[in-house]
């Protein structure tokens, strides 16, 4: 099966701070996607990364920056948090970039901006 | 323009009962993927479903079934008899071979159904 992990469930944290959510998956797959998830809104993509030390812009990457040092590891950063980052975050996985691959979710974190 | 549409919000139905959550998509691609994920009150995102745009033949698992329609451009899924444990937002998602060719999912805003007992 595959294991998309995610470092917390919930976090809570101030305004300006440095925020790291840290994703793990352990299924070799090429590619990783860090989502947001709002009400009302759906899933939306902050950021993509095809391969190691690779990223893509996604839909709404303001705010935002990623790191992927290892392949099974990507890692979603907020340099400086504020109230309207206050969200639910979904990393994924999928085994590359083919339009046929299922991509596979890790348990979220929900993230409180103060 | 919205690339996938679930219509229904909100969806309440009483234990035992039919329902089915609808998905129109719209897409210029004749390759492409349609996708239904299960999202629980514990917040991850379980895969139900993948069906490509040459396959239109229904698919049943269990009591889920999907009826994909080119002609609607739909890829609609029912839960026969439904069970209190299927309560849960439902996102139905669009990939396409066109999209950076990065398999990206454009996802419709999910539909929450709730099963009473």
């Known amino acids: 099966d595959v294991k998309v992990t995610q470092s917390s469930r919930y976090l809570v944290k101030r305004t300006g701070e440095k925020v790291f959510l840290e994703c793990v998956q352990d299924?070799?797959?090429?590619?990783m996607f860090w989502y947001r998830q709002d009400p009302g809104l759906g899933l939306r993509l902050i950021y993509f990364?095809?391969?190691?030390?690779?990223?893509e812009k996604g839909d709404i990457p303001e705010g935002y920056s990623v790191s992927r040092e290892k392949k099974e590891r990507f890692s979603l950063i907020l340099e400086s948090a504020s109230t309207n980052q206050t969200s639910m975050y979904l990393c994924?996985?999928?085994?590359?970039?083919?339009?046929?691959?299922?991509?596979?979710f890790g348990p979220g974190t929900r993230l409180t901006v103060l | 323009a919205q690339k996938v549409t679930q219509a229904q919000t909100e969806i309440s139905v009483v234990e035992k009962e039919d329902v089915t959550l609808d998905c129109v998509y719209e897409?210029?691609?004749?390759?492409?993927?349609l996708f239904w994920y299960k999202q629980p009150p514990s917040g991850e995102l379980v895969f139900l479903i993948r069906?490509?745009?040459?396959?239109?033949q229904n698919e049943i698992s269990g009591r889920y079934s999907w009826n994909f329609q080119k002609s609607t451009s739909s890829f609609n899924f029912t839960i026969t008899a439904s069970q209190v444990v299927d309560s849960a937002v439902y996102f139905c998602?669009?990939?396409?071979?066109?999209?950076?060719?990065?398999?990206?999912?454009?996802f419709g805003k999910g539909t929450k159904l709730s099963v009473k007992p």
């Open positions: 990364s095809y391969d190691v030390k690779m990223k």
């Open positions: 998602a669009l990939s396409e071979a066109q999209r950076g060719s990065q398999g990206n999912l454009i």
């Open positions: 994924a996985s999928s085994l590359s970039g083919r339009v046929t691959d299922t991509q596979y």
């Open positions: 897409t210029r691609d004749t390759t492409y993927y």
């Open positions: 069906r490509n745009s040459f396959d239109e």
């Open positions: 299924m070799d797959h090429e590619n």
